[in-house]
């Protein structure tokens, strides 16, 4: 069977956001903490990167130590939040990123606000508060927390993917990469991986953290940004179903109703976007982080 370039790019694009959903799954299987799994998951990936970045082009200096704090936060967060609550709480939580790329994007890049991002920033609204009160009488709310402070500094490294947009996207993922296992170093001394762990992570780098960039820069050569956005979203669909099929975590029904309505959100967002101008950048770089 013979597909079109399309079609095929479409596939890529689909296939590298079925492998990152499967990161819950990963970091509830794992017994390492947080640290740990972030370090030796970002050491992994940038390794199985290298041989990709030859000859690619790098951001400058200052820019890249920015994108490395960022994207450090951001995974350093929604490991923990993955560990303290639900997955689907963390993942859901973490893609209300789009919510602060519209909020900030007038002040720190000087772009006007749209009206057409109104509609989905009022229902990502409306999703998080079902989330949060829904769940309020759990213990699932520091957890929250941590989810919705790497859902903010994901909305924080999008603004700066912007700026970086000059430098090649898996360049600048290698870099990240390796700045973040340099951070999170610290973690060997902790000690806390054993060799099932440490075989997990392996495959968790390689399979749900570096393939998956590989695929999604192949597909972006073909597909409009808008449009690989709206393929992404099934990582937050697929990250809990995997949970619950194979780790036995349910959410709870306030999180379904309220991811659901985050997720129609980011949808009707990135459509908006597709149908109104289909030549144009998605605002929101479809690179998920977790």
């Avoid at 030549?279 to 690179?287: G, H, K, M």
């Amino acid at each position: 069977m013979t597909f079109s370039p399309h079609t095929t790019a479409r596939l890529y694009l689909l296939g590298g956001a079925v492998l990152w959903s499967t990161g819950g799954f990963f970091i509830k299987e794992i017994d390492a903490g947080a640290t740990s799994i972030t370090f030796f998951r970002c050491l992994f990936a940038g390794l199985l990167l290298a041989p990709a970045v030859a000859g690619r082009r790098f951001p400058s200096a200052p820019d890249v130590l920015v994108s490395i704090v960022l994207f450090a936060l951001l995974l350093g967060l929604y490991v923990g939040a993955t560990k303290e609550t639900t997955a689907a709480n963390a993942i859901f939580l973490q893609y209300t990123a789009p919510l602060y790329v519209i909020a900030f994007a007038p002040a720190l890049l000087g772009e006007r606000l749209r009206s057409r991002d109104a509609l989905p920033f009022a229902i990502c609204l409306g999703g998080i508060a079902v989330l949060f009160i829904g769940n309020s009488g759990s213990g699932d709310v520091p957890g929250m927390l941590l989810g919705a402070g790497s859902g903010f500094f994901y909305g924080l490294f999008l603004l700066w993917l912007r700026r970086v947009r000059y430098a090649d996207p898996i360049a600048v993922t290698f870099a990240n990469c390796m700045g973040v296992a340099l951070l999170f170093s610290f973690a060997l001394l902790k000690r806390d991986v054993d060799a099932e762990d440490l075989a997990l992570l392996f495959v968790m780098g390689a399979v749900q953290f570096a393939l998956p960039y590989l695929l999604f820069t192949r597909g972006l050569r073909e597909v409009e940004s808008a449009e690989a956005s709206l393929l992404a979203l099934i990582e937050p669909v697929l990250n809990p179903v995997w949970v619950a099929l194979f780790y036995g975590e349910e959410p709870t029904v306030a999180t379904v109703i309220g991811g659901a309505i985050i997720i129609a959100g980011l949808a009707v967002r990135y459509s908006i976007i597709r149908e109104s101008a289909p030549s144009e950048a998605s605002p929101d770089p479809p690179r998920p982080a977790a």
